[in-house]
């Protein structure tokens, strides 16, 4: 909201001034401006990736309303140029996109990558890569002409949202940290993850070394197990340590669960999460077996994996599995019960032959039916006889041993590593256990990048200009991460709480919870400067804290994190 009443200009600039500081702390406008050429732009391209980055995280409208969204908005706080919303046309947006790309949208996120890990001292000792799919609205024919350098093709492949009737592009991600994306790409729509992760593991230990690190650990899921990745794992110049998921198709998979269950020897690790229970939510535990197996000639390292809440969908299954073996043993129940045996022989050998399903068995015994003539019978006669039919009466009763293993193999999954559990570079199984749990960070980003709060259809013409925005929306989410670990951290190091959802007090705000803190802060503008309508909240300010911002950020387009200035007053002037 944006009112001008005699001199006095009101905004509504919410958590926006926030976005911007940490905008600025990554240096994010100089770095594009330096890559980027910005001849005859009445807004140089990094002012408007500041922009586009502020818009993404707002609420985000779509690309070609940026002017409009800007409109409300006090653009000096924000972006630090005295500029008009005219300025940011979609116009300027596309010539901003065009640039982005030819200046190589790779280079200017690793230039931004580092500085981030420098500045913000992120820990990039283990790698966490995963890829999903994103589907795409409209016909895309443009890759007829080969004078067309396309960084990728936009066309049907596998769809990881179920959506194989419309095009799609791959989005691979390399995370560090709790979710820090250090790298993301646009791939083909028919691009596999095995090659992906193949493309990646052939430059990615050069790439680290960018941030200082020379002994990563790689964590991928599944896709990553092939014979040509577990080669580049272990060349001398590719090699890498990692940490994957053993696909369940892999004989040596159902082997390594099969001597777990059957040794029974597991190493407790307890829970991983410092969250307390709650009755929908109980937290997991794990234990551990550890083992090796020989794939593709290399012996190596397996942890079996025992979870107690382990991938419920597949639990689920087994309940469905147990209950639809329950249900066709009752069919055959049925049938057998109906069945006469002339004789107790025959009954006995139907008996002894009843099948038996996977989980249930017929059990039962043999029951005796005298038939008798017709007609009254006479006084003190016995009633003749006329003959004697056999019959089974059954139970189905499951097998508990069966079941009981099938649980604990379910509640089951496999890691296969090459670290080894002693010398320099050990990793204990539940320092490896632990890495890998954080590939869930990356399933996160991408669930921020799918958001439709956050970005809306792709209709973009061109793949360049495609994976032009990705680079928008990838700084994006590397914004939106570092705030959320930035609060975390500080409450870690202090050992407080601040208010989250539902009034209740927590130990791991998210972004998400900050921006409704930060719903409505108004700011007045006259001659004098700028002022805040009415002092900032407890719960605001204590935000700012554990964020490391400056009150002043509201009040001051130079202002930017608390150990940068000095923080002076941030409220209306008396008068």
């Known amino acids: 909201m944006k009112q001008v009443l005699d001199g006095l200009c009101v905004t509504d600039a919410r958590f926006l001034p926030i976005i911007a500081a940490y905008v600025n702390k990554l240096r994010i406008v100089e770095t594009v401006n330096e890559m980027c050429h910005s001849e005859g732009c009445d807004v140089s391209p990094g002012h408007m990736v500041a922009a586009m980055i502020i818009d993404t995280l707002s609420g985000r409208r779509p690309l070609y309303r940026l002017e409009t969204s800007f409109e409300n908005l006090d653009i000096e706080l924000l972006l630090g140029i005295p500029i008009g919303a005219e300025k940011l046309n979609d116009d300027a947006a596309a010539r901003t996109l065009d640039r982005l790309f030819r200046a190589n949208t790779g280079r200017i996120y690793g230039a931004v990558a580092v500085t981030g890990v420098s500045l913000f001292n992120i820990n990039t000792r283990h790698v966490s890569e995963d890829t999903t799919s994103r589907i795409m609205y409209g016909a895309y024919d443009l890759y007829e002409e080969p004078k067309d350098d396309h960084p990728f093709e936009i066309t049907h492949g596998f ?12 989005h691979s991600m390399l995370c560090v940290d709790q979710g820090i994306p250090i790298y993301m790409k646009c791939e083909s729509g028919n691009a596999s993850d095995m090659k992906v992760n193949e493309n990646i593991l052939k430059w990615v230990v050069d ?25 580049l794992m272990e060349d001398s110049k590719t090699g890498c340590r990692f940490v994957t998921r053993l696909p369940g198709k892999y004989t040596e998979c159902k082997q390594a669960i099969t001597r777990a269950v059957d040794a029974d020897a597991w190493v407790d690790l307890g829970r991983f999460s410092n969250e307390p229970d709650s009755p929908k939510r109980p937290r997991a535990r794990y234990r551990v077996f550890e083992t090796v197996v020989t794939l593709y000639g290399r012996r190596l390292r397996v942890l079996v994996v025992h979870s107690d809440a382990h991938d419920r969908r597949k639990t689920h299954g087994l309940e469905k599995r147990i209950k639809d073996d329950e249900q066709k043993m009752s069919k055959i129940q049925v049938g057998e ?22 989980f249930h068995r017929l059990t039962g015994e043999i029951e005796e039916k005298v038939h008798y003539g017709k007609g009254r019978p ?7 006889v006329t003959r004697t039919t056999y019959h089974l009466k059954l139970r189905v009763e499951p097998k508990a041993e069966v079941i009981e293993r099938a649980e604990k193999e379910t509640g089951c999954f496999v890691l296969l590593s090459n670290v080894s559990d002693d010398g320099p570079n050990a990793m204990s199984a539940g320092e490896l256990l632990a890495a890998y749990k954080d590939q869930h960070y990356i399933e996160r980003n991408f669930g921020f990048l799918k958001d439709p709060a ?18 928008i929306l990838v700084l994006s989410l590397l914004v939106w991460r570092l705030m959320e670990r930035t609060m975390r951290k500080s409450l870690k190091e202090t050992g407080g709480t601040v208010k989250g959802w539902e009034k209740r007090q927590t130990t791991r705000p998210t972004t998400l919870m900050m921006t409704d803190v930060f719903l409505s802060v108004m700011v007045l503008r006259t001659m004098a400067g700028r002022f805040l309508a009415k002092p900032l909240t407890s719960t605001q300010e204590a935000y700012l804290r554990i964020l490391q911002v400056s009150p002043t950020v509201f009040t001051n387009p130079d202002a930017g994190f608390i150990d940068e200035r000095p923080l002076p007053s941030t409220s209306a002037p008396s008068g």
Do not use: H, W
Request: aromatic letters at 4%; hydrophobic letters at 40%; proline letters at 7%.
């Open 378 to 384: 006479k006084a003190a006669v016995p009633r003749p």
């Open 454 to 471: 956050i970005v809306n259809s792709l209709f973009l013409k061109t793949p360049g200009r495609i994976e032009a925005l990705g680079l």
């Open 337 to 358: 019960q109906r069945i006469k045996y002339a004789c107790r022989p025959d009954a006995e050998a139907a008996l002894a032959r009843l099948p038996e399903q996977t």
């Open 159 to 170: 769809s990881k949202q179920n959506r194989p009737d419309l095009k799609q592009l791959v």
């Open 207 to 231: 790439s680290m070394r960018k941030f200082g690190e020379t002994d990563m650990l790689y964590v991928g899921d599944s896709a990553l197990v092939s014979k040509e990745n577990l080669d």
